[in-house]
């Protein structure tokens, strides 16, 4: 038997937890330089706010109805989800964390023990709210897949509170057929538009298919959705994840720049970012594509950019931000108000299979990055950077409506007076 345990809107709910005064009040919680709702705790949800949607277009309808507006707080959310993925951990014999608020468990050694799955969900529940005051919703079923439907039942059909058990062909049956396809784990919008043509609503349509014949009609991964939808386990979380074949880094802008030098150090920690992630997986690009825009909404859209080709594939922090600089000029254009910048890391290879050139001397230095990442990693991110890299305020996010990071900052430890 599977689970899957998951926040249920978890930045949302994740803002509640150390201000009990906002528990009862719509909240919603803001992207990146506070540009769009990301999320909204149910309450919000009731108000029909548009999700994704610019905040400035649903900036009077949260006004009117007394919403609760927060920014992203990723240091709170990432503390949170640490602490309940430990405690959901504890469940089980095998946990794989999916995401920063979702997480499958595995029941190998339990099976035997547990007499009413209900029971124990609930249990789940009330531990996870009882130690951290997140709500959560916990689906159980034979495959992943089944476990997903269920807990998809678990938050969002009626009759259920919270927990949702397939076990048998009756409650497979009973939730699959309120399902649509799009619900479906792997499935999604763009599938579900292409299976409405072929005359497949629901999950449980889905799962009546031929598995081969939906492989030749999309692909081997729709094929085990199918396998997994009538109780056929198809995924293994002991298999080796893909590496990814382009890392990014983008963001825009707290607020409009024009200075070369602004535009050089958001570049730069932008490279430093890829770099620490090629070094994560192991991985080295052979090109780098660096670019910067200003705004559509400008009287004159500009945008330009150029795809560095390294000689030999590379890693080095260093050895790109060098790359930057040489190609800078051809980027950067005077008067322009850019809006948003990225570097991206394009044609990654393992840097264990490496061909060496030999009209190209290798100066990588993989020691120096070693050292860099290591310190990084035992004091903070960014406590050790390239001098070029200092930070501007001018181009860090807008965060106008952040909340105190309870549980990573000294200042912002929630206090408790007595009279």
Same mark, same amino acid.
């Given at each position: 038997?599977?689970?899957?345990?998951?926040? %249920?809107?978890?930045?949302?709910?994740?803002?509640?937890?150390?201000?009990?005064?906002?528990?009862?009040?719509?909240?919603?919680?803001?992207?990146?330089?506070?540009?769009? %709702?990301?999320?909204?705790?149910? &309450? =919000?949800?009731?108000?029909?706010?548009?999700?994704?949607?610019?905040?400035?277009?649903?900036?009077?309808?949260?006004?009117?109805?007394?919403?609760? &507006?927060?920014?992203?707080?990723?240091?709170?959310?990432? +503390?949170?989800?640490?602490?309940?993925?430990?405690?959901?951990?504890?469940?089980?014999?095998?946990?794989?964390?999916?995401? *920063?608020?979702?997480?499958?468990?595995?029941?190998?050694?339990?099976?035997?023990?547990?007499?009413?799955?209900?029971?124990?969900?609930?249990?789940?529940?009330?531990?996870?709210?009882?130690?951290?005051?997140?709500?959560?919703?916990? !689906?159980?079923?034979?495959?992943?897949?089944?476990?997903?439907? =269920?807990?998809?039942?678990?938050?969002?059909?009626?009759?259920?509170?919270?927990?949702? %058990?397939?076990?048998?062909?009756?409650? @497979?049956?009973?939730?699959?057929?309120?399902?649509?396809?799009?619900?479906?784990?792997?499935?999604?919008?763009?599938?579900?538009?292409?299976?409405? *043509?072929?005359?497949?609503?629901?999950?449980?349509?889905?799962?009546?298919?031929?598995?081969?014949?939906?492989?030749?009609?999309?692909?081997?991964?729709?094929? @085990?959705?199918?396998?997994?939808?009538?109780?056929?386990?198809?995924?293994?979380?002991?298999?080796?994840?893909?590496?990814?074949?382009? &890392?990014?880094?983008?963001?825009?802008?707290?607020? @409009?720049?024009?200075?070369?030098?602004?535009?050089?150090?958001?570049?730069?920690?932008?490279?430093?970012?890829?770099?620490?992630?090629?070094?994560?997986?192991?991985? %080295?690009?052979?090109?780098?594509?660096?670019?910067?825009?200003?705004?559509?909404?400008?009287? &004159?859209?500009?945008?330009? $950019?150029?795809?560095?080709?390294?000689?030999?594939?590379?890693?080095?922090?260093?050895?790109?931000?060098? =790359?930057?600089?040489?190609?800078?000029?051809?980027?950067?254009?005077?008067?322009?108000?850019?809006?948003?910048?990225?570097? !991206?890391?394009?044609?990654?290879?393992?840097?264990?299979?490496?061909?060496?050139?030999?009209?190209?001397?290798?100066?990588?230095?993989?020691?120096?990055?070693?050292?860099? +990442?290591?310190?990084?990693?035992?004091?903070?991110?960014?406590?050790?950077?390239?001098?070029? $890299?200092?930070?501007?305020?001018?181009?860090?996010?807008?965060? +106008?409506?952040? $909340?105190?990071?309870?549980?990573?900052?000294?200042?912002?430890?929630?206090?408790?007076?007595?009279?």
């Amino acid at each position: 038997m599977y689970a899957l345990v998951d926040a %249920v809107s978890f930045y949302a709910s994740a803002e509640k937890v150390f201000d009990p005064a906002i528990r009862s009040k719509p909240v919603v919680v803001l992207t990146n330089n506070d540009g769009c %709702v990301c999320a909204m705790c149910p &309450i =919000a949800r009731h108000l029909n706010i548009p999700k994704f949607g610019p905040y400035f277009k649903v900036k009077h309808l949260l006004e009117q109805n007394n919403v609760v &507006i927060r920014s992203s707080n990723y240091a709170l959310y990432a +503390d949170l989800s640490d602490k309940m993925m430990n405690i959901i951990g504890r469940f089980c014999d095998t946990q794989h964390i999916y995401s *920063i608020d979702e997480s499958f468990l595995n029941f190998n050694g339990y099976t035997s023990l547990i007499k009413d799955w209900h029971e124990y969900g609930h249990t789940i529940r009330r531990t996870v709210w009882r130690e951290t005051k997140l709500p959560v919703g916990v !689906g159980f079923g034979p495959t992943p897949t089944l476990a997903k439907a =269920a807990n998809h039942a678990a938050k969002k059909l009626s009759g259920f509170n919270g927990v949702a %058990v397939i076990d048998n062909e009756a409650s @497979r049956q009973a939730i699959l057929q309120r399902m649509s396809c799009q619900d479906v784990w792997g499935i999604g919008k763009r599938l579900a538009k292409k299976l409405k *043509i072929m005359n497949i609503h629901t999950a449980w349509q889905l799962a009546q298919q031929n598995p081969k014949t939906i492989r030749r009609a999309f692909s081997v991964v729709v094929e @085990r959705t199918v396998n997994e939808l009538n109780g056929i386990t198809c995924l293994n979380w002991d298999d080796v994840r893909q590496d990814k074949r382009e &890392i990014y880094s983008t963001r825009s802008f707290g607020e @409009r720049i024009s200075e070369p030098t602004a535009l050089k150090t958001a570049l730069i920690n932008h490279i430093t970012i890829v770099g620490r992630k090629l070094r994560a997986q192991k991985s %080295v690009t052979k090109q780098l594509y660096i670019f910067a825009a200003s705004s559509s909404h400008e009287d &004159i859209f500009y945008k330009k $950019s150029f795809v560095y080709q390294f000689t030999t594939p590379t890693n080095n922090t260093c050895i790109m931000a060098n =790359a930057l600089s040489e190609v800078f000029e051809q980027i950067y254009r005077p008067a322009v108000r850019f809006y948003k910048c990225g570097v !991206g890391a394009l044609e990654l290879t393992s840097q264990q299979f490496q061909q060496s050139d030999l009209f190209d001397q290798r100066s990588d230095n993989p020691q120096l990055m070693n050292c860099l +990442d290591a310190i990084n990693t035992r004091y903070g991110k960014g406590m050790l950077s390239l001098a070029s $890299s200092k930070l501007n305020e001018r181009w860090h996010m807008n965060r +106008d409506f952040l $909340s105190p990071q309870y549980t990573t900052r000294w200042r912002d430890i929630p206090k408790i007076y007595c009279e």
